[in-house]
Structures are given as C-alpha cells and as structure tokens.
C-alpha cells in the first residue's frame, strides 16, 4: 500500500497513512482518454450558430431571368454566394455532441488517476478542513506551507464547505471540489490532489457500491 503525508489545517506534518488497494490500479490509456473525451464532449455550451439558405428570410422570387440578361443564372438571393445569403457548413448550437460512457469505465478511469497520483507521489491528507467564515488569506498560507510550489492543486472535502470554496475562489492555482463529485477530467487538469482524510472514507464507499 501507498503512504501518503498527512498534515493539520496549520501545514504542520502529522504522521502518514495508507491509501488502500483502490489506488493500485494499473493505468489504461484508452479507458482513461474516453472518460476525458466525453466528459469534455458533454460540457460544451453552444452558442455560434448560423442560419442556412432554408432559414434565411427573402430570396424566394427568382432574382432575374435564366437566360437573356448577361448575367450569372441564380435562383435565389439567399444562396451562400450572395452577401445575406444563408451560410454553407457553418457552426450550429443544435448539434449533438454528446457522448454516452458506461459508469463502470467511469469509475474505472477515475481509479486509474488516482493510482497514478499515489504512484508518483501527488497525493497529500489533510486531517479536516473548514472555516467559519471565507478567507483568502487563511486559504494562502496553507497552500505556501504545503509541499506543492506554484503547481495547480485540487482540494477533496468531505462535503461541500461553502466557506472553504469561496476562500480559494480568488486563487488560480486551486480548485475545491468533493469526493461525491469527482472526476477524471479534475484529477488530470491538476498537479497536486489534497484529500480531506473523511474524503477518502466516501470515495472507498463510492467504488464499493
């Protein structure tokens, strides 16, 4: 088993711990990337959209005669060639882009992160964490006495502290998230992964379903 560092809310180091058999898992490049990929696919927001010939409004009269003017045949001013007229392959806010992966290669994906965090030595404890009232400061001066440099960090509470996420809201490098709600695309997005120790207690429960 794995031992990770485990420090107090002051950055103190406390002790160690073992992470369990649920960061032993061997790194699948494939699994991992379709857990990316799609999660990615299903968090974009479409907002570019452009209307085709069939949408513009006008052009429904022939602009001129077919033959006899001189002049190119068109049967339309709508068409793409025309300025104002409809666009040909342009972006659209109703495509599809969603992309369906089973739970299990969820889970697994997310598990092979982890392992690869605990394996290079990425992954720190925290006995508990929370604050009575939302402090930049307070939030800034742990970070500076933990080993992680300037590197981007994810901060994995029990719960949702509401106090805590509003404290690292104004620090780029941190993000805070819980152990109900992680993901693969967090976990790869960052460095370091900071887990609350009764955070890790929920994320065994979580694979153990």
Do not use: C
């Given at each position: 088993m ?12 406390t ?5 369990s058999a649920?960061?032993?898992a ?19 927001h479409?907002?570019a959209h ?5 949408e513009v409004?006008?052009g429904?009269?022939?602009p001129w005669?077919?033959k006899?003017t001189g002049?190119a045949?068109?049967?339309s001013?709508r ?6 007229g409809g666009?040909?392959f ?11 992966v089973?739970?299990k290669?969820?889970k ?7 392992s690869?965090?605990?394996r290079?030595n ?7 964490f929370?604050?009575e009232?939302?402090?930049?400061r ?7 006495k ?7 960090t994810?901060?994995v509470l ?5 106090a805590v996420?509003?404290?690292?809201r ?9 152990a ?7 976990i ?6 900071i887990f609350?120790k ?12």
């Amino acid at each position: 088993m794995t031992e990770v560092a485990v420090y107090n809310q002051e950055g103190l180091k406390t002790g160690e711990a073992k992470l369990s058999a649920l960061f032993e898992a061997k790194l699948n490049r494939d699994v991992v990337q379709q857990a990316v990929v799609a999660q990615k696919a299903n968090e974009r927001h479409l907002i570019a959209h452009t209307k085709t010939r069939g949408e513009v409004s006008g052009g429904g009269r022939k602009p001129w005669a077919q033959k006899g003017t001189g002049r190119a045949r068109h049967g339309s001013i709508r068409s793409p060639l025309w300025k104002g007229g409809g666009v040909a392959f342009g972006p659209r806010n109703d495509r599809v882009y969603k992309q369906k992966v089973n739970k299990k290669v969820k889970k697994l994906a997310l598990q092979q992160v982890l392992s690869e965090k605990a394996r290079a030595n990425l992954i720190l404890v925290i006995d508990s964490f929370s604050m009575e009232k939302p402090k930049t400061r307070v939030m800034e001066q742990l970070l500076q006495k933990l080993p992680l440099g300037s590197a981007r960090t994810l901060l994995v509470l029990a719960k949702n502290e509401k106090a805590v996420v509003a404290a690292s809201r104004n620090i780029a490098r941190i993000a805070v998230t819980t152990a109900q709600d992680l993901n693969t695309v967090d976990i790869v997005s960052v460095k370091f992964v900071i887990f609350e120790k009764d955070a890790l207690s929920v994320l065994e429960k979580m694979f153990a379903k």
